[in-house]
């Protein structure tokens, strides 16, 4: 330790740079100069340091336990650290068994006549005559370890306990460089991670883009604080609607639910304490300005904001919009939906690769089985024929096909116990009953193979109809998310016509004269420039085909 140096200033220097709290900074000077002192003076030995404010320097102690004199039988446990209490009276001090004393340890330069005064009065107390010089280089650069090591915990504390409470919280960073596929994000005062597993796919990162993320989880680590961060979360959706809505943010309109395809799409269920607040509008915004920034920041994932609704059948339709419901059968013990739409809604419904669905049954938390009008009186058909024909009388065959029964292999499956609740049902007649079930499973089984057959050679043979055969109304049915009503609003307001559609320049037109909504005009001028481009391809290929066959087109 050099002369004249007052540890107060560079303390506090420490402090103000490093953010560290000054007593903390103290603990660890204190700590780092005890350890050093024993490694200077001997491990086994009880020394102390204690930072001295006036003064701005630490003095250090050895701190020596009075004990009972000892015997033969009991002799001194720890002669180095302990005294008898005789052998203090000797020396003039009062004390007791039990009591402490701290004695100080001189060994600067400075400090070398109190060492000398040290060794006459208190040498043979402390044994320390041989060892008092300067700090040699080990054990100096033993403190010099011990401090920056207890810096560098303490800044690692700072840090963890700085962000351990922003967790679920939306946070800016830059990212500064990859590290097998995750992206290290910068903070300011600390470094995130964004692991592979919470990165959007279809997004890509380059050092010094700015980056906006939810923090998924703080961890305490050897090495210090790991901040986890996500793009992917649902959370994240959630968040970016909370900081764009000033009326989520208020608790004015809640997100009740909300469900994510990362980097696909994505619907949340809002829902209004206010009757005045329109959840819906206050999401999109005028001119949709406040969906739009959201979308944005997800660099382009689609989003639905849908109206939540206590009834559950109520809340489905609306999450499985924008395609129209027909009807809805609940299953209230297993939580399940079967939806039921017209033949014009099933790919709407169902969505691209089942995404629509599959949304909307984690945004209501409900199980949906979707099916078409014509599907189901099919099935229907199918469930009579196999009840009949192992005699299931026909009252029953309407109960058994409420609670789920679509053939006979279902009978078969089912448990006694389960099939006597229903009318016209005894325990006895249950063996012969389920017997015929399954020698008619067999033949149902066939049958079902045929049918499906026919259905995929009708559905190629009406994909292949020539345009030039189609009426304007089949043409208009083929476009994505027109129906039978949708139709009938257009017709009404003059777009009889595909073409018709395609030509209107202005969507708020489209929307307002036939009372569809912006949103829905534009999803459908969308479809229909869609429809005409592969109605145009397959024109040209039936063409084609008939040309090289010697047909007449």
Known sequence: MQPNVNLSLILDQVAKDKGIDRATLVAILEEALATAAKKHFGMERALKAVFDEDRG?????????????????????????????????????????????????????????????????????????????????????????????????????????????????VITGIVRRFERGNVIVDLGRAEAVLPVREQVPRESYRAGDRIQAYVFDVLRESRGPQIILSRASVELLRKLFEMEVPEIAEGVVVIEAAAREPGGRAKIAVSSRDSDVDPVGACVGMKGSRVQAVVQELRGEKIDIVPWHEDPARFVCNALAPAEVSRVLL??????????????????????????????????????????????????????????????????????????????????????????????????????LQKKAREQAITDAEEEIRLEQEREAARIAEARRHPGTLSQEERMAR???????????????????????????????????????????????????????????????????????????
């Not at 403190?143 to 840090?159: C, D, H, L, W």
């Not at 984690?362 to 078409?372: E, F, R, V, Y």
């Not at 003059?494 to 949103?519: F, H, M």
């Open 331 to 432: 299953d209230d013990q297993n939580r399940a939906m079967e939806i039921i739409v017209p033949d014009d809604q099933l790919s709407l419904a169902i969505g691209r690769r089942g995404q629509n669905v599959r949304l909307a049954s984690q945004l209501t938390g409900w199980k949906l089985d979707i099916n078409s009008e014509s599907r189901v009186k099919e099935m229907r058909e199918f469930a009579t024929r196999s009840f009949t024909a192992i005699d299931v009388p026909e009252a029953t065959q309407e109960m058994l096909y409420a609670h789920g029964f679509r053939k006979a292999q279902d009978i078969a499956n089912a448990s006694p116990d389960m099939l006597t609740q229903f009318p016209g049902f005894d325990m006895d007649m249950i063996p012969a």
């Open 479 to 553: 476009v994505r998310g027109v129906g039978e009503k949708t139709i009938e609003q257009l017709k009404s307001a003059g777009y009889g016509t595909v073409e018709a559609i395609n030509a209107e320049p202005d969507v708020n037109k489209l929307g307002d004269s036939t009372d569809l909504g912006i949103k829905k005009a534009r999803q459908i001028k969308h479809a229909v420039g869609i429809y005409l481009e592969e109605e145009k391809r397959l024109r040209d290929e039936l063409d084609s085909e008939r040309s090289r066959s010697g047909s007449p087109v």
């Open 57 to 169: 320097k630490v003095d250090t102690f050895q701190v020596l336990t009075i004990v009972a004199d000892p015997t033969d039988d009991n002799p001194l446990p720890d002669p180095v650290n302990m005294i008898p209490v005789s052998f203090a009276h000797e020396k003039g001090i009062e004390v007791e068994p039990g009591d402490e004393l701290d004695f100080p340890i001189y060994y600067s330069p400075d400090d070398e006549a109190l060492a000398r005064a040290q060794d006459e009065q208190w040498g043979d107390l402390l044994k320390l005559k041989t060892y008092r010089r300067s700090f040699g280089r080990i054990a100096a650069q033993t403190a010099k370890q011990v401090m920056i090591q207890g810096t560098r915990n303490a800044e690692r504390e700072n840090i963890f306990n700085e962000y351990k409470d922003r967790k679920g919280e």
